[in-house]
């Protein structure tokens, strides 16, 4: 079993910005080999990819996050981290992490962003 603890999420102005971090833990020796992932859900919305790291550091973006959000991961912390500047009201959602390898998936359960004056 995995388990994925997100944090940092919290209430903040527009142009602000955040650090969400994930931490695994449980059956999760091998965390470097795991393709990370943040997504987020806003009321009446689906879930969306905002986004992903591979175990070999390549990065994709959604659109709407390209050049103001940044993934990274630490191995040694089993720890993935994102990295959020320019926060829009568009922002606001619910992240979750999600950890995949080998067609199995994992999830967090989700931390809140309210970006908001």
């Known amino acids: 079993q995995v388990q994925l603890v997100e944090s940092g999420g919290d209430l903040v102005q527009p142009g602000g910005s955040l650090r969400l971090s994930c931490a695994a833990s449980?059956?999760?020796?091998?965390?470097?080999?795991?393709?990370m992932g943040w997504y987020r859900q806003a009321p009446g919305k689906q879930r969306e990819l905002v986004a992903a790291i591979t175990s070999t550091y390549r990065t994709n973006y959604a659109d709407s996050v390209q050049d103001r959000f940044i993934i990274s991961r630490d191995n040694d912390k089993n720890t993935v981290y994102l990295q959020m500047n320019s926060l829009t009201p568009e922002d606001t959602a619910v992240y979750y992490c999600?950890?995949?390898?080998?067609?199995?998936?994992?999830w967090g359960q989700g931390t809140q962003v309210t970006v908001s004056s």
């Open positions: 999600n950890a995949a390898r080998f067609g199995l998936e994992y």
């Open positions: 449980g059956s999760i020796s091998s965390f470097r080999f795991y393709a």
